[in-house]
């Protein structure tokens, strides 16, 4: 089975500290996808990856960078952590099939 | 990415098949149908999809209309476990990487 790992479950963070959300996969997918999900919006598309050291932003970008140094793992950043950042976060995967396959999240609070 | 309209909740009995249903009038040729589920507090999990042909697996089956205006997601014999919000969604499969547009969905309680 496809497993996509998560660094932490829940974490809270200050106002303007610096956030890392790290994601795992096991399967040597080739795309990497950061969401965040909102009540009433749904899940949205920070960043996504295809390749080692490639990535796209998605339709909300702002305040959020990432990394992807290793075929394996995709970190979601926040710069500086605001309270408006506070929201569930999901990594997924995928091959070049377009099923993706999520990690369990982590929720995130900003106070 | 075409349009899809689900109903916002269903109920079902436990022991029993829950038919969820999904409109995607605007589907074009290339593009899949996928079902996605997400149990309260976890990440989305890929259910089945398909392009044309029915479709069954361990989860669930998936009929689509001889138009592909329409489909539905069958599970034979709905658990407990199995109440969550169920997401229809109609992508394209292609070489690079392809965010999935996730609607609101229908929530499913299954009941005892």
């Known amino acids: 089975d496809v497993k996509v790992t998560q660094s932490s479950r829940y974490l809270v963070k200050r106002t303007g500290e610096k956030v890392f959300l790290e994601c795992v996969q096991d399967m040597d997918h080739e795309n990497m996808f950061w969401y965040r999900q909102d009540p009433g919006l749904g899940l949205r598309l920070i960043y996504f990856s295809y390749d080692v050291k490639m990535k796209e932003k998605g339709d909300i970008p702002e305040g959020y960078s990432v990394s992807r140094e290793k075929k394996e793992r995709f970190s979601l950043i926040l710069e500086s952590a605001s309270t408006n950042q506070t929201s569930m976060y999901l990594c997924?995967?995928?091959?070049?099939?377009?099923?993706?396959?999520f990690g369990p999240g982590t929720r995130l609070t900003v106070t | 990415d075409a349009k899809t309209t689900q109903p916002p909740s269903m109920d079902c009995a436990e022991g029993r098949a829950a038919n969820l249903p999904c409109n995607h009038s605007?589907?074009?040729?290339?593009?899949?149908v996928y079902w996605y589920r997400q149990i309260h507090s976890q990440g989305p999990q890929y259910i089945i999809h398909?392009?044309?042909n029915n479709e069954t697996n361990e989860m669930a089956s998936l009929i689509i209309t001889e138009d592909r205006k329409s489909s539905t997601l069958i599970l034979p014999h709905a658990t407990l476990r199995d109440t969550a919000v169920y997401y229809c969604?109609?992508?394209?499969?292609?070489?690079?990487?392809?965010?999935?547009?996730f609607g609101s969905g229908t929530q499913l309680t299954v009941l005892p």
């Open positions: 398909g392009l044309k």
């Open positions: 605007t589907i074009s040729g290339n593009e899949y």
């Open positions: 969604i109609v992508s394209l499969i292609s070489g690079s990487a392809r965010q999935l547009t």
């Open positions: 997924a995967s995928s091959s070049h099939r377009a099923e993706q396959y």
